[in-house]
Every structure is written in C-alpha cells, then in structure tokens.
C-alpha cells in the first residue's frame, strides 16, 4: 500500500519531520529512524557516544521513549585497529543503555572513513506525538542546547582550537535529549523538533514551514557553545554553511546587526543539538526553570511564533 494512503502512516516525509510515526493500536505507534555521522571527534568512544546521542534525539523529538537499537556502522578495517572499533561501539552502548533501549545488533561494512549511528525503533501514545507542524501564535521557543559545534570540531581538526577547548563541551554534546523531552511531556507542547545538520535556522525554518507560521527568532538570546563565533572569525568554517544558508535565505529576514562571523555562525550545522520546543507563552517560564533545575542548563527562550500568510524567519 502506498505510503500516502496507508492511514495508519501518521508521521511520513511530508514536512521533513525527525522521523516516522506508524500506528499499530489505538495505544501504541512506532517512531521509526536512523542517523549516522563521520567522527566529530578523534577519540573513538567519545565518537560513538555523540553518534548515538545524535541517532536517539529524533525519538525524543517525537515525544517518544526509544526501546530499541540497530548499530550501522562503516569502517576501515584494515586502516584502523579493532581497538578503535570496539571504542566506538562501546560509547555507543553506553548511550543505548542510558537511554533504557535494547541493543538489539546491527550492520557492519568496508568503507575508507569510518561513519557510525544507530537505527532506533521508539513507542508514543498516538494521541501524543509531537511534530514540526503544529507551532502555534503566541507561542514561545525554547532551546534546550547550546549551538556551534560544526564548526568547533572543524577547528579542532585544522589545528585552530586545542583539543583542550574541546574536551569541556562534549559531555553536553553527547548528552541525551531525555531529560528535557521527559520535562516538556509535562506539560502542553505544541511542536517539537531537534537541532541537527541543517542548523538552527534550517530546522526552524521547517518548523515554520510545516507549521505555517512566522517564527522571530533573538540573536542575543541563542546560547552558544565558548568559542564557537571566534572559530568563524579565524576563518574556520564547516562544509555544510553554504547549503544551509541557500535553504533559508528566501525565508529569512534579519534586522539585528551582526559581524560576518555572527551571520556565518547562523548556519552551523549541528551534531546531537538541543530540541527546539514551541510551547505556550503562559508556560515558558515554568517550562524553563524545570529544566534548568534538572541540569539543562542552558535551556533558553530563543523566539516567539506569530501568524503570517506565509512561512519565514525574522532575525531580531
């Protein structure tokens, strides 16, 4: 049966959401997704921890609880050691099993630069998914990550930022999206999604898109990870900005006054990044000191949603 007809298909491609949603009871849907990246980091553990983190937020984007785990992984074998392929699935492990998920197997293959991820297979009540469709105006954004670590593992890579500088933030990185979903399913949340490759104009504008809204978004209110803006103005950058900046430019209107090295850092793609949570205004303030009181510490008010004929961003 095509997808477009099969009722029970209740999250499909249509919005570009984190991943599918298929109901199999009036009580039960499975979230279906499956993420991998190239190392953002040289150690191999911490690799396959934020790999992991990065596959399992699309579940938690969702509303879900993930339950189970498929490790992809691409590797060259006869380049790179069997110790470094165990440190990188072991901080995979230990992420699935953080996130009380089964590791269940996986798939394995040749390849010349070693990729990692898992395929995650989650559970949510039917009636409480959350998608990047239904923003509402008057709603407020809160962020729940702080942004720029495309273009920190870059630098770390080109000799611009010492490993040193790095080491701090990756806990942060690779710290699961549970704690914050498991706080906003507290409470009425009306959209959701993750902040990953597209950046956090990229997935807003989505946000917007599926949600036919106009969200304004404050540059002074986005938290950013230490150094992150400095890196882009010792020239650093990361391959993705110029495909994430011709995504949103039709859509994007900015009004704050930002050096070349703020604008730039606007389009950083993102590994394991924060959820992004279109909540009412009346509960923002709530919201946030939940999650700051459990360690989300740098969860932050970033924006509001207003009505609008059409999609797009404003930058103020």
């Excluded at 921890?49 to 060259?76: C, E, K, Q, V, W």
Aim: proline residues 6%; aromatic residues 6%; negative net charge.
């Amino acid at each position: 049966m095509p997808a477009s007809v099969d009722p029970n298909l209740l999250v499909g491609f249509e919005t570009h959401d984190d991943a599918a949603v298929y109901r199999v009871s009036d009580e039960i849907a499975l979230i279906s997704t499956v993420d991998f990246i190239t190392p953002p980091v040289d150690d191999p553990t911490w690799f396959g921890r934020i790999a992991a983190a990065n596959s399992l937020s699309d579940i938690y984007a969702m509303g879900g609880r993930p339950i189970t785990a498929l490790n992809l992984i691409m590797f060259p074998s006869k380049k790179l050691g069997i110790e470094i392929l165990k440190g990188i699935l072991q901080g995979g492990s230990e992420k699935v099993v953080e996130a009380g998920a089964s590791l269940a197997g996986g798939h394995s293959v040749e390849d010349d630069e070693p990729k990692y991820g898992l395929a995650v297979t989650g559970i949510v009540s039917p009636k409480r998914i959350l998608t990047n469709a239904g923003a509402k105006p008057g709603d407020l954004l809160i962020l729940t990550k702080p942004l720029g670590t495309g273009v920190l593992f870059n630098a770390c890579r080109s000799g611009k930022l010492p490993l040193r500088d790095l080491e701090p933030i990756l806990p942060q990185v690779a710290a699961l999206n549970r704690t914050a979903m498991e706080i906003a399913l507290k409470f009425e949340v009306h959209s959701c999604t993750d902040i990953t490759g597209f950046g956090i104009l990229g997935h807003t504008l989505e946000m917007a898109m599926a949600s036919s809204v106009r969200i304004d978004l404050e540059f002074s209110a986005l938290p950013s990870y230490p150094n992150s803006v400095l890196m882009y103005r010792k020239g650093e950058t990361t391959g993705s900005n110029r495909s994430n900046k011709k995504f949103v430019e039709d859509f994007l209107h900015i009004s704050a006054r930002l050096s070349e090295e703020q604008h730039e850092w606007l389009f950083d793609p993102q590994t394991s990044g924060g959820l992004l949570l279109s909540v009412p205004a009346s509960l923002a303030e709530i919201i946030l000191n939940e999650l700051r009181g459990a360690e989300v510490s740098s969860a932050s008010v970033i924006g509001k949603v207003e009505s609008s004929d059409h999609p797009e961003i404003r930058l103020v």
